[in-house]
């Protein structure tokens, strides 16, 4: 999309646009840089759409207040004209930014996935300001990710993932077997010329468009899934045992020991699991030795242990690395979890239900009744050794 605005060159080939002078061309990327902080009012950002008029040491015309306040009638914002760009919310700036455009008054309308975060609402009034430009004889480019709004907004699509995959009117284009090979799963849309209602539009966009367009998305779902699953009963019996921060402390102790393994090793998984392993084992211990000279118990020196176990392994990762590598060792990412990661994840979570269905019962009792088991299990112990007592005895 930069491309076709001119702010970047291919890296092979070349890109025109027939019958379109640069100044014909307006462009909204995904992310903007812009300082809202800046003391701008609504009104004197929408007249920018006409820059290449003034330029850097001309004057707007009187005559442009008359279309600039049309513009921000258009897209709902004729009431904050004069209020700082700073105090307009998410959806009332992407208003202010399609103003903007429409000053602009270009021929060929780039944009780069304009209705992302924003509330249905606004979409709406976007995509209406969509169709006049349609109906007015501009050209609109615009990368979508919602289905549904490329069939009920644009004529043409094209499909794209990593190469063409279809590129004619939307409804042929966008068919179950195109989507499938786009990877979208060919997930059918609702019923022809009916679109859907803003909430559910919303819902989809939010909860299910990640993991219909994105493999990764998918993948990191099993995977919590399968960890959500193991964990569960974990964190169960660990707060009846009232050990949530013991816990808390001891994943946290692997932090200094896995940060030394990615200095020494770097990204090896047997140097980052043996030395935080071995880091973990040493907190525990210290936490323990604590505990035994603190004088009214051990929270408090296991609050301590968490924050020096945290701080251990942020000082250390800091040493070596950015802090993309910082976060990727400490806290992970959802892009490194594979098919052998999914494997050993339900490996993981299939042997620690085994083991908790196994011993459920008792860990149970001793979860909400600690002095009945141990009542119960010394009272076994006394009837045996009496047994026997009376065994020799005779």
Request: glycine share 8%.
């Amino acid at each position: 999309m930069a491309m076709l605005a001119g702010l970047a060159r291919p890296q092979s080939g070349m890109v025109r646009t027939e019958g379109v002078t640069p100044g014909a061309i307006s462009y909204l990327p995904q992310a903007t840089a812009i300082e809202c902080d800046y003391p701008v009012s609504a009104l004197e950002f929408a007249a920018l759409g006409r820059w290449r008029e003034f330029g850097a040491f001309g004057t707007p015309s009187y005559g442009l207040l008359p279309e600039v306040m049309a513009a921000l009638q258009t897209v709902g914002l004729q009431d904050k004209a004069t209020a700082p760009i700073a105090e307009l919310s998410v959806g009332q700036f992407r208003r202010l930014l399609f103003a903007r455009l429409i000053v602009q008054q270009a021929r060929l309308v780039l944009l780069d996935e304009p209705f992302a975060a924003i509330d249905a609402q606004t979409t709406d009034d976007l995509l209406a300001v969509l169709r006049g430009w349609h109906a007015a004889g501009c050209t609109v480019v615009a990368v979508l990710h919602d289905i549904g709004q490329v069939r009920d907004t644009l004529p043409n699509a094209l499909l794209l993932n990593r190469r063409v995959v279809a590129w004619d009117a939307t409804a042929a284009a966008l068919t179950p077997d195109s989507l499938a090979a786009a990877g979208m799963g060919g997930r059918p849309a609702g019923p022809a010329g009916r679109p859907a209602p803003p909430g559910a539009r919303l819902m989809r966009a939010l909860l299910l468009e990640p993991f219909w367009s994105y493999s990764f998305m998918r993948t990191a779902l099993v995977a919590c899934l399968g960890l959500a699953l193991a964990n569960a009963p974990v964190g169960v019996l660990l707060l009846q045992r009232r050990m949530s921060l013991t816990a808390g402390v001891l994943s946290h102790a692997v932090m200094p020991g896995a940060a030394l393994g990615f200095l020494v090793a770097g990204y090896s998984v047997l140097a980052l699991s043996l030395r935080g392993v071995a880091a973990g084992v040493l907190v525990a211990l210290l936490a323990s030795a604590a505990a035994r000279l603190h004088a009214e118990g051990s929270e408090a020196p296991l609050a301590v242990m968490y924050l020096m176990s945290l701080a251990a392994g942020v000082l250390l990762m800091s040493l070596r690395g950015s802090n993309l590598d910082l976060m990727h060792v400490l806290f992970g990412t959802v892009l490194a979890v594979d098919a052998r990661a999914l494997a050993f994840i339900a490996l993981v979570a299939t042997i620690t239900l085994l083991v908790l269905a196994a011993i459920w019962r008792p860990l149970a009792v001793e979860g909400f009744d600690p002095l009945f088991l141990r009542s119960a299990r010394g009272a076994r112990c006394s009837a045996a050794c009496s047994c026997c007592s009376s065994c020799c005895a005779s």
